[in-house]
């Protein structure tokens, strides 16, 4: 088993920055592709972000190209994203997830059904 625990989320006001961190646990080896996710109130979980382990590509949804990071600490087996210039619109509780599997093309790994394990979410909230 993998065992995933966020950390970071916090109330920051519009234009700010967090950084969320994602500590794996467990069988580390089965973390091969990781993401970021998101849900609202009342709406659908959502892919932030994606990254591979094996040659570190990136996926990023439109909504925060330019503004958030994802990178990851595969000796700290540490996940991170890092949030700048931050919207109300990304109010949200967000969720480290990860894969047992690599994707032909990291934009693959868009989907939440296509992850195996979750942590139990951070809070983040952005007040205007």
């Known amino acids: 088993q993998v065992q995933l625990v966020e950390s970071g989320g916090q109330l920051v006001q519009a234009g700010g920055s967090l950084r969320l961190s994602c500590v794996v646990s467990g069988r580390t080896e089965r973390s091969i592709t990781m993401g970021w996710f998101r849900q609202a109130p009342g709406k659908e979980r959502e892919i932030v972000a994606a990254i591979s382990r094996s040659n570190g590509g990136t996926y990023y949804t439109d909504s925060v190209k330019g503004r958030y990071t994802i990178s990851r600490d595969n000796n700290k087996n540490t996940l991170y994203l890092q949030m700048n210039s931050l919207k109300p619109e990304d109010t949200a509780v967000y969720y480290c997830?990860?894969?047992?599997?690599?994707?032909?093309?990291?934009?693959?790994?868009?989907?939440?059904?296509?992850?195996?394990?979750w942590g139990q979410g951070t809070q983040v909230t952005v007040s205007s």
């Open positions: 997830a990860a894969a047992h599997r690599a994707f032909s093309s990291i934009s693959y790994a868009n989907r939440a059904t296509t992850y195996d394990y």
